[in-house]
């Protein structure tokens, strides 16, 4: 209860906040459900985005994912406060079998089971970035995959997504992250950017070359790692899909290969 109090407390005393962080991921999620309508009437899949097992499932993976997101891994190439963790292997694996607006679903649930488990300790910046860069992998991957399931299909969508979120997230820490969080513990740029240069030479000492050297890597290695463990794991779990989904996918074990 304790918890759930200090969240709560947490949440108005950043409502407004909180409020913009919602309608950005309220937008995301319409973008990927138009998506895949357009996709779904284009293939002559009249089934519905979500029903009642999809629901259930995706709950399931948002709670592995959340569980996963607590256990993070230092990487000796970047500051303390970057870690390394898999929460994304499950949305990455769910999202293949359920489609683009069930991933954005399951990180979002991931972001607010973590919360449960664990309260913020950056007044929801953190969860958000979390949010938006995991998003940045499993939603062009799950996009690009649910338009033609086969194994060649399922290798590009993850090289497309590790690709994008090495990008997205580089500039988002440099534009965004990086900025909120000096203003938000009233620490001056110039020294986590210094943290930086502590453990990474190649950090130097301006954001650009700071988020190249350390951010850029550690987004990279995430996204290798999750795109080949979900390749592993995919074509094993597709049996269990197929039992547990509404309707039988016309692509199963031959989708990833």
């Known amino acids: 209860m304790e918890t759930e ?6 949440v108005s005393e950043n409502a407004s906040y909180v409020i913009g962080i ?25 089934g519905r985005v979500f029903g009642t097992r999809k629901i259930v499932m995706c709950g399931m993976f948002a709670a592995l994912s959340g569980v996963i997101m607590l256990l993070e891994i230092p990487m000796p190439f970047a500051p303390s406060f970057y870690k390394l963790d898999f929460s994304e292997l499950p949305v ?15 990180e979002f649930l991931k972001v607010v ?7 913020t300790s950056t007044a929801f910046v953190g969860e958000f970035a979390n949010f938006a860069v995991g998003c940045s992998l499993v939603l062009p991957a799950s996009m690009i995959y649910s338009m033609k399931k086969s194994k060649k299909t399922a290798v590009v969508s993850l090289i497309c997504g590790t690709l994008i979120m090495t990008v997205f997230g580089t500039a988002f820490n440099a534009i965004y992250l990086l900025p909120a969080f000096a203003a938000l ?9 210094g943290m930086g240069a502590e453990v990474n030479s190649l950090a130097g ?12 890597p550690l987004n990279l290695i995430k996204g290798a790692a ?3 463990i979900c390749l592993a794991v995919y074509k094993r779990l597709s049996p269990i899909f197929k039992s547990a989904s509404e309707r039988v996918p016309e692509a199963t074990a031959r989708e990833v290969g």
Do not use: H, W
């Not at 990455?92 to 069930?102: R, S, T």
């Not at 000492?205 to 050297?213: E, Q, R």
């Open 5 to 10: 109090k200090t969240l709560l407390q947490n």
């Open 22 to 46: 919602l309608a950005i991921i309220a937008a995301i999620f319409l973008l990927a459900v138009v998506f895949e309508l357009v996709v779904r009437k284009k293939n002559g899949d009249k």
């Open 92 to 106: 990455l694996v769910g999202g293949f079998a359920y489609g683009p607006a069930a991933a954005v679903v399951m």
């Open 113 to 119: 089971i973590k919360l449960v488990l664990k309260n």
């Open 185 to 193: 513990y009233g620490m001056p740029l110039d020294v986590i950017l």
């Open 205 to 216: 000492n301006g954001i650009v070359s700071f988020v190249i050297a350390c951010v850029a």
């Open 226 to 228: 999750d795109s080949v």
